[in-house]
């Protein structure tokens, strides 16, 4: 559970600057859960009722936009029943944030990850349609015909696809880009083809890149790039 400094979770309802709050600790004017606590190292958790002269008071949470380059071995669950690792170990802040969507967990790359749930709601509902580029290294080469068919669109689980963009690279690389979401898409849309992808990794989300962000390093998203994403959504 993330612990917060008392004097940052005081300063974070707006209440006071961090001094200040500092202040109000000293003076008892603040309390934990009915005791007042004049430590300054005090740490509080989610749940805790924190009263500053007598009133309950609840920080103002600051939105946060993250990419990750998920290496394969993470879960994008925020808890797993076989303690796996998770993706969220590997981002050591204050603030608790959560997947905006999911990648398998033998799959690597572009993660995006915020507490802002409104805009992760709007970013994957299938509506918003946005786009996400693969590369896929697979067992053989495929034709041309099979090519096509992976554009046209292949029985996965019963549906069609969406008609997907798809380009052979070096080898038996393939990049692939949908923006449809469903369960493990593209090792099924291969699979189709009776085709094994061996390595997939993200390397674009939207107008998010992954670019040279080494695997398992994280960054939050610029301004230039969290206003792209949300013109994606603000149709
Ligand atoms: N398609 C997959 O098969 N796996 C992912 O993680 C994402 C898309």
Redesign the pocket.
């Known amino acids: 559970m993330i612990q917060i400094r008392l004097q940052k979770y005081i300063r974070d309802a707006g209440i006071a600057s961090r001094r200040s709050a500092e202040d109000l600790i000293r003076q008892g004017r603040v309390k934990v859960n009915g005791v007042v606590v004049r430590e300054l190292g005090s740490k509080v958790v989610e749940g805790d009722l924190v009263e500053v002269n007598g009133k309950k008071i609840v920080p103002i949470e600051e939105k946060i936009y993250i990419k990750i380059n998920k290496p394969v071995g993470f879960v994008t669950t925020l808890k797993d029943e076989f303690d796996r690792p998770i993706i969220t170990d590997l981002i050591k802040i204050d603030t608790r944030v959560f997947p905006v969507g999911r990648?398998?967990m033998d799959?690597s790359g572009l993660l995006l990850l915020t507490n802002d749930g409104d805009l992760s709601n709007k970013l994957i509902h299938p509506s918003s349609e946005i786009e996400k580029k693969?590369i896929a290294n697979v067992d053989s080469t495929l034709s041309d015909e099979e090519l096509d068919k992976l554009r046209k669109g292949v029985m996965v689980d019963g549906k069609m696809t969406h008609p997907a963009k798809v380009f052979k690279r070096r080898g038996n690389n393939y990049e692939i880009i949908i923006h449809e979401g469903r369960n493990?898409?593209?090792?099924?849309m291969f699979a189709s083809l009776s085709k094994r992808v061996l390595e997939?990794k993200?390397l674009e989300f939207g107008n998010i890149k992954l670019g040279d962000l080494g695997l398992g390093d994280w960054k939050i998203l610029s301004e230039i790039e969290l206003e792209g994403l949300r013109k994606l959504v603000d149709r």
Do not use: S
């Open positions: 990648l398998d799959t693969y493990r898409q593209v090792r099924k997939l993200r």
